[in-house]
């Protein structure tokens, strides 16, 4: 070992030339920071160590809990600075957490100093080192998550970190090794990879985290996967500071997401909550017995907090199996509901779809499949959904949406076009409304008959189907008039290209003679013979991307002056107000 090293190792110790910084884990379904992870960074100038070759030597000195004690000791000082409501990640060397002596900095006590509960901390066990005593090892993770610590086990999919550690005891999340991450957008293998880790985990329960990511399109493709959460300098550099996430960044994740889980347009979950028996964390467990006792229609019950956060959901099962047995009617009598939270249950924001809320629930392990869901409203308790409201909803919106469907295109009629906007209307997100509709239709309808009429409609549907991406919307409001509600803000580029499918696919639909005069011979509105130049389509869009909406009146008289300013325009025309 250099000199040099081990003198620039030492002075490290001696001098606590070590600082934090911190990196943020963004929800990839709608772009909040559920923690930042603390780094630590060597402050000496000219140092010939890394991060890496510090702990390494720190290991052969016999040094290691000095280490993790200088750089744990700069992560909790500063965290106190941390927003409110996230979390904390800290990396813990496996051999380190059992030892009850060195590793007492991370008793409820100590971080009481630092205004932290053990809520707030998630213990990463890194991967330097392989476990020595995997009994001792297993014995202490229980012990902390016994008080309400969480374990993240870091680069999983690499080295050390396989199935065994996992199944070894039960981590609340798992972060993907950044070398499946790299590139996931393009190699098949690693998207596989991935999504088969993400299948795991979501049936174990388990929250998983992608490390390293870097590009746009990897973070786009791992939304697409269902990963739950994701770090990389895509989405923020360790810095000093706690960073929030960039605008541009955060709009991304909303709109990719949201186009994923809006496939089909069920609707919001939120519109099926109802609110039901909720009791609080200090209430005692025989009262919510006796409780449904009586009333054999509560199958559930959510434990919630002082800020009507939901900490644990309990069972007509669960409660009725501790009273049971000979000793089970005493022992539980005294038992409070927060000695008995069960964190295993699906919680979803009201905001998320229908159809993404019965992708979750199925995904679950057969014995919860049935429970009901939990619905929340920016971390609020908003009420339950239970899987027969679930199922019975979603087929009668199917069969409803069917009879509503204009029977040329098969595209939603009115009544799901004016729900849709409402929706709209109640969301901050990005969104577009584009009105199309054929110039020429009639006189076209009355030279060349019905049939050929309903063919350029059904001609115009399915180009609209056919360019619009996925959770967008295409609806057929009658006649030759369509309109498309895209979750993003759209322009020129899109519709131009509409237009020119229409202007290519409808040659067909005229005669040789037709096409080489570039017009026809119909009626006019006063029964005369006139000359009438092919079908054109004029598209009018209105986005709230510079003036948002509040109600469907005012949306509707915006909408009207720009389809008459389309209107105006000879030819194929795009209006974007």
């Given at each position: 070992m250099e000199a040099k090293a081990l003198t620039h190792f030492y002075t490290i110790l001696a001098s606590g030339a070590i600082r934090a910084v911190y990196q943020p884990i963004v929800s990839l379904e709608n772009g909040s920071i559920l923690a930042y992870e603390a780094l630590s960074r060597i402050t000496i100038l000219q140092c010939v160590l890394n991060i890496e070759d510090l702990f390494h030597i720190a290991a052969h000195q016999h040094k290691l809990w000095e280490v993790e004690q200088l750089c744990r000791s700069k992560a909790l000082k500063n965290a106190r600075k941390n927003p409110s409501s996230t979390k904390l990640f800290i990396n813990v060397d496996p051999n380190i957490i059992h030892d009850p002596h060195n590793f007492?900095?991370?008793?409820?006590?100590?971080?009481?100093?630092?205004?932290?509960?053990?809520?707030?901390?998630?213990?990463?066990?890194?991967?330097?080192?392989?476990?020595?005593?995997?009994?001792?090892?297993?014995a202490a993770i229980t012990h902390y998550q016994r008080q309400n610590f969480k374990i993240a086990i870091d680069d999983f999919g690499s080295g050390y970190s396989g199935m065994n550690r996992v199944c070894t005891f039960s981590p609340n999340y798992i972060k993907i090794d950044m070398q499946l991450i790299r590139n996931v957008n393009t190699d098949a293998v690693k998207k596989s990879a991935v999504a088969a880790i993400v299948k795991f985990c979501k049936e174990s329960g388990i929250t998983t985290i992608a490390e390293g990511i870097e590009t746009q399109a990897e973070l786009k493709t791992l939304i697409e996967l269902n990963v739950d959460f994701g770090q990389g300098y895509y989405l923020g550099k360790p810095n000093t500071n706690f960073q929030e996430l960039s605008e541009e960044v955060r709009m991304f994740i909303e709109s990719t997401s949201y186009a994923k889980n809006t496939i089909g347009i069920l609707g919001e979950i939120g519109v099926l909550a109802k609110q039901k028996l909720c009791v609080c964390e200090n209430d005692n467990i025989f009262e919510i017995y006796e409780t449904m006792k009586k009333n054999h229609k509560i199958t559930e019950v959510c434990i919630l907090d002082s800020k009507q956060g939901v900490r644990g959901m309990l069972t007509r099962s669960f409660i009725f199996e501790q009273f049971s047995g000979q000793y089970g009617y005493n022992l539980s009598k005294r038992i409070k509901a927060k000695s008995l939270i069960n964190n295993d249950f699906l919680a979803v924001d009201s905001n998320m779809s229908i159809e993404k809320v019965a992708e979750l629930a199925m995904a679950r392990e057969l014995s919860k499949v049935y429970d009901a869901i939990v619905v929340t409203d920016e971390n609020q308790y908003l009420g339950l959904v239970t899987i027969k409201d679930l199922l019975k909803t979603t087929i009668n919106i199917q069969v409803n949406r069917?009879?509503?469907?204009?029977?040329?295109?098969?595209l939603p009629g009115n009544t799901e076009i004016q729900r849709l906007i409402s929706t709209k209307l109640k969301s901050p997100q990005p969104f577009s409304l584009i009105y199309i509709d054929i110039?020429?239709?009639?006189?076209?309808?009355?030279?060349?008959?019905?049939?050929?009429?309903?063919?350029?409609?059904?001609t115009l549907g399915?180009?609209?189907?056919?360019?619009?991406?996925?959770?967008?919307?295409?609806?057929?409001?009658?006649?030759?008039?369509f309109v498309i509600i895209s979750n993003r803000y759209r322009s020129d580029g899109f519709c131009k290209e509409i237009i020119h499918a229409f202007t290519v696919q409808t040659k067909a639909l005229y005669t040789a003679e037709d096409i080489e005069n570039q017009y026809i011979i119909s009626k006019n509105r006063n029964g005369f013979t006139d000359t009438f130049s092919l079908a054109t389509i004029s598209i009018a869009v209105v986005t709230n991307q510079n003036m948002p909406y509040s109600n469907l009146s005012e949306l509707s008289k915006v909408i009207a002056h720009t389809k008459t300013l389309a209107k105006m325009e000879r030819g194929n025309s795009i209006v974007v107000h």
């Open positions: 007492a900095g991370f008793t409820c006590e100590k971080l009481l100093q630092y205004r932290l509960c053990p809520d707030d901390i998630i213990f990463e066990i890194t991967e330097r080192s392989a476990i020595k005593d995997m009994g001792t090892f297993t069917a009879k509503c469907s204009n029977p040329l295109t098969g110039d020429n239709f009639k006189p076209y309808n009355d030279a060349y008959g019905f049939t050929m009429g309903d063919q350029m409609i059904k399915n180009i609209l189907k056919g360019c619009i991406d996925q959770g967008e919307f295409v609806g057929h409001i009658g006649g030759d008039d």
